[in-house]
């Protein structure tokens, strides 16, 4: 049974940072791509990022820069680290893994969703 267990989303203020986690079971973590999608009240799920299972990362124009994807495979897990957090930043975000990075930014491409966790960037 495949699960993918986000964790890490909270309240924040505009400039804070926060890490969000992934804890994936059921499947060979290490055989997959990795990433994060997000959707904001009323706005259409958008991608944020990923890491292919070998080497690279992608991410969308709005967190590149600020935004840090990454994976331990020993630990089936898969991080972001999101830096200079804006308000526009607040979302669900939710942990995707698939088994290739062809289109990224595509949600149909994903073979696996978590349930995601709330992330609020307030003051």
């Known amino acids: 049974q495949v699960q993918l267990v986000e964790s890490g989303g909270g309240l924040v203020q505009p400039g804070d940072s926060l890490s969000v986690s992934c804890k994936a079971s059921?499947?060979?973590?290490?055989?997959?791509?990795m990433g994060w999608f997000r959707q904001a009240p009323g706005k259409e799920r958008e991608f944020v990022a990923a890491?292919?299972?070998?080497?690279?990362?992608y991410y969308s124009d709005s967190v590149k820069g600020r935004f840090a994807i990454s994976r331990d495979n020993d630990k089936n897990t898969v991080y972001m680290m999101m830096n200079r957090l804006k308000p526009e930043d607040t979302a669900v975000y939710y942990c995707?893994?698939?088994?290739?990075?062809?289109?990224?930014?595509?949600?149909?491409?994903?073979?696996?969703w978590g349930q995601g966790t709330q992330v609020t960037v307030s003051s």
């Open positions: 059921g499947f060979a973590f290490d055989r997959f791509a």
């Open positions: 995707v893994a698939g088994g290739s990075t062809a289109q990224v930014n595509r949600a149909d491409q994903w073979d696996y």
């Open positions: 890491i292919p299972r070998t080497f690279g990362t």
